[in-house]
């Protein structure tokens, strides 16, 4: 079992920039891929970006060359450094962690405001 817990929400201005973390408890030995999703006021929640167990990355073509997914392994936690943010980068933003085995987890997100 394990369990997610996001942080580094808040209100930016346009152009600003924030790292959201993702902590999880419990074994991630068997990890597939660790990820940022968001979900906007209205609309469906939508891959942002994810990094695999052997390091590759994916990113939505919207924050591709403004976003990074990162992973510390040693304090089991995920990064989302997101520089020059858009009010459309307006969400809630949700860490997912998905198993070999088909099974996902689910942290309760941490909101980003992007607004003047």
């Known amino acids: 079992q394990v369990q997610l817990v996001e942080s580094g929400g808040g209100l930016v201005q346009p152009g600003g920039s924030l790292r959201l973390s993702c902590a999880a408890s419990?074994?991630?030995?068997?990890?597939?891929?660790r990820g940022w999703y968001r979900q906007a006021p209205g609309k469906e929640r939508e891959l942002v970006a994810d990094i695999s167990s052997g390091g590759r990355t994916n990113y939505a073509d919207s924050v591709k060359a403004r976003f990074t997914i990162s992973r510390d392994n040693a304090k089991n936690t995920v990064y989302l450094q997101m520089n020059s943010l858009k009010p459309e980068d307006t969400a809630v933003y949700y860490c997912?962690?998905?198993?070999?085995?088909?099974?996902?987890?689910w942290g309760k997100g941490t909101l980003v405001t992007v607004s003047s």
């Open positions: 419990g074994s991630d030995v068997s990890i597939r891929t």
């Open positions: 997912r962690y998905r198993e070999w085995s088909g099974m996902e987890y």
